[in-house]
């Protein structure tokens, strides 16, 4: 049970802030986003001593949680309220019901954004659904109960054919679930997906396994094999019958994960999309968009993420006449294409993720080895285009002939046994010995004429989850299957083709590094790496800029914080707040980063462009290095959140624009023809208007302004 002190402290902090922000701001709905802000935020900090719930149950007891205006206006109620429905015990049933009675509608959106719903054994979630006879609330558990309803039928369909499957080792396990993988491969479309329903299946066997499943050698790898994969790929009549249930079993579970992903992404939509309407009448679906609007800029996000895949290429190719590397030998002639390929997308994964994610040209591994960035990513490239080259297109040659599954597989492992003996099969296995002996020519550099096996080793462990300790449940950060391709189990390295063959290696290394890597050695210099890039970018454009920049305040005032980058030129004051993350893959990540990254980004503009206008003022120094002489505020101060990511580029959040750092660089740089596809290219080299310069005339500051605020860059494109 929390302790009562530190729930008590933490009230009268929050009765406190929300008295003096009444005070000021003369509004109480206003004067409660501000507190709201504050816990949000996990406010007060007195490090261990105030734990969340603390803080949980201190704000839902506190005393304005009864005006009835202030709830409903408030901006953010809805968001501070699901925070407090996490925990059942946060809030007490006379609250709740003075909520549910007064301001329903913020409640429910409460429970939706907090997913309370879907924990149907809840006390919270049982005490809410008695005696609430209003029509709104009768609607509302109606949707609930169905959303809930439709997953049932697959969960227990799932758990039965775990069951059924559950004598099988981690091996086998794999070794079926990669042949039909390649089943997904002959059908072309919705890998993606696909993707996301091995990896839940993944995680759930590992849920389930035991030291022995990872206990494994040479020979338990063969016996499994020699039992559950070799009937499938060297059968001598026909499939084993073991084999084939087995192979329906996870044809089967594959089709009900898929199905199940597919409702939990539904109650996904319910949960986090506030253009999600619902009703409970028979003749319509139980949810529904109330408008596309969310779904366009979705698609428009999808969009500016291929065509920033043709931004990096052409910047690469660029890159690569510069290292004279345009008529170089990459390995073997037969290989050349596809080897200088895999050079040229190094290149641009190394330039992207130096210039929009901080990275230096050396990356310290774990083991606190530093490995080339270039070679670090030309190492997922090479080992991306061997298993596209020798394994997927061959396969999918071979099935074109013939049109069987199994046939293809079979003739596929028989090809690479005759050649040299090589491992053809769905999914390949190697000790890390063994992989590191192999894979250690990628690493040759005119330091390591022969390459180095230790960097070797660090590239390869920096691409590898250890399966055992995944399995433990002591990972916070779960690695998705392209994140980290390398499966260590006891001391051998499993990858599957299907998936190396097909990953985008630059974002499966933002993820990597960024995602899974949260908490690496090095982050901190990164993002202080990025607010240098900016201001370098914006100094050749003829800007003055302060990076890093500590506005004074006064004793008893709140200390607004380091301001990352300050510019001015021509009249117009810049201020950049820059926030780093990685790339997100679904609108849920979407939701959760506006409504923790970018909110609080907005909030800490608030005050920092405060104090701003005052320091510009008074602050000599400041004054001096922005070569600022005006006694009064700049005719143009603009205040931007420079992210990142790209899901609300050009979106405000809080009156504050969001802009992707992206896009601010190819506006910088004036490069809007480069995300074009290379296709249009090829078809018409007359100019038009998006391979024109973005400016009329030559850069100035103010059009720069105009073009991001506009969406310049990505017009007559999305």
């Known amino acids: 049970m929390s302790d009562v002190t530190a729930v008590q402290r933490c009230k009268e902090y929050y009765e406190n802030v929300y008295q003096t922000e009444l005070k000021r701001l003369q509004m109480s709905h206003l004067a409660l986003d501000e507190c709201i802000q504050h816990f949000l935020d996990q406010r007060p900090a007195n490090g261990k001593k105030y734990s969340n719930k603390d803080r949980a149950v201190a704000f839902a007891s506190s005393s304005f949680l009864r005006d009835i205006e202030a709830i409903s206006s408030a901006k953010r109620a809805s968001l501070a309220l699901a925070k407090v429905l996490q925990y059942d015990d946060a809030i007490s049933h006379d609250q709740l019901d003075f909520l549910a009675s007064n301001t329903p509608d913020v409640l429910r959106w409460a429970i939706r954004f907090s997913k309370l719903f879907t924990r149907e054994n809840s006390a919270l979630w049982l005490y809410l659904k008695v005696d609430r006879r209003e029509r709104e609330w009768d609607k509302f558990f109606y949707v609930c109960n169905e959303l809930n309803a439709v997953l049932k039928p697959f969960q227990n369909r799932i758990d039965e054919l775990e069951a059924k499957l559950s004598s099988l080792n981690i091996i086998s396990f794999f070794s079926y679930l990669s042949v039909l993988a390649y089943d997904a491969l002959t059908k072309n479309e919705q890998l993606e997906r696909h993707q996301k329903i091995y990896q839940r299946i993944v995680l759930n066997r590992l849920q389930k396994s035991t030291p022995q499943d990872f206990a494994i050698t040479e020979m338990s790898i063969a016996i499994s094999l020699k039992t559950d994969l070799s009937p499938i790929i060297f059968p001598s009549s026909d499939i084993s019958l073991h084999c084939k249930e087995n192979l329906a079993l996870f044809s089967e579970l594959i089709y009900a994960t898929g199905e199940l992903l597919d409702y939990e992404n539904s109650a996904n939509w319910f949960s986090f999309d506030e253009e999600c309407g619902y009703t409970d009448q028979s003749f319509r679906p139980v949810i529904f968009n109330t408008s596309n609007q969310r779904a366009i800029e979705w698609e428009q996000t999808n969009k500016k993420l291929r065509l920033l895949w043709n931004y990096w290429m052409k910047r690469a190719i660029d890159e690569l006449i510069i290292r004279g590397l345009h008529d170089h030998q990459f390995g073997l002639a037969e290989n050349q294409e596809l080897n200088q390929l895999a ?194 970018l914006l100094r050749q454009k003829g800007m003055n800029v302060v990076c890093g920049y500590n506005p004074k305040f006064a004793v008893g005032q709140e200390n607004p914080g380091e301001i990352d980058v300050i510019a001015y030129a021509d009249g117009v004051l810049l201020l950049i707040e820059v926030k780093s993350g990685y790339i997100r893959s679904s609108r849920q990540e979407a939701w959760l980063h506006k409504t923790s990254t970018l909110r609080k980004a907005a909030w800490q503009l608030c005050r920092k462009e405060n104090a701003l206008k005052e320091a510009v003022l008074v602050d000599t120094a400041l004054r001096e290095q922005l070569n600022f002489q005006q006694d009064e505020l700049p005719q143009m101060l603009k205040s931007w959140i420079v992210d990142t990511s790209l899901e609300f580029d050009g979106k405000e959040i809080d009156g504050y624009l969001v802009t992707s750092l992206e896009t601010m660089i190819i506006a910088l740089r004036d490069e809007k023809s480069f995300l074009n596809d290379f296709e249009e290219i090829a078809e018409d080299d007359t100019p038009s208007e998006s391979y024109a310069s973005l400016y009329q005339q030559s850069f100035s500051i103010t059009e720069f302004i105009r073009i991001i605020e506009s969406g310049r860059v990505w017009q007559g494109l999305i």
């Open 343 to 536: 050079y040229i997308k190094a290149i641009r994964s190394e330039l992207m993720l130096k210039e929009v994610y901080g990275f230096a040209d050396k990356l310290e591994t774990d083991s606190g080895i530093h490995i080339d960035l270039f070679k670090f990513m030309l190492f997922a490239e090479l080992n991306s285009v061997f298993f596209q080259k020798d394994y997927i297109d061959e396969f999918k040659s071979i099935y074109e002939a013939n049109g069987s599954l199994f046939q293809s597989l079979s003739m596929l492992a028989f090809n690479g046994l005759v050649n040299g003996m090589q491992n053809r099969f769905p999914m390949t296995w190697s000790t890390v010995e063994n992989k590191v002996n192999g894979l250690v020519g990628w690493s040759v550099s005119p330091e390591f004429p022969s390459g180095n096996k230790n960097i070797t080793k660090a590239i390869i462990d920096s691409w590898t989850v250890d399966l055992k300790e995944l399995a433990s449940h002591n990972s916070t950060i779960i690695p998705r299957l392209n994140e980290r391709p390398y499966y260590k189990i006891g001391s051998y390295l499993f990858q599957f083709p299907w998936v190396v063959g097909h990953q985008n290696n630059a974002n499966s290394a933002v993820n990597n590094l960024r995602r899974v890597g949260a908490r690496r050695k090095g982050v901190k210099k990164e993002t202080n790496r990025i607010e240098q890039n900016i201001s370098e």
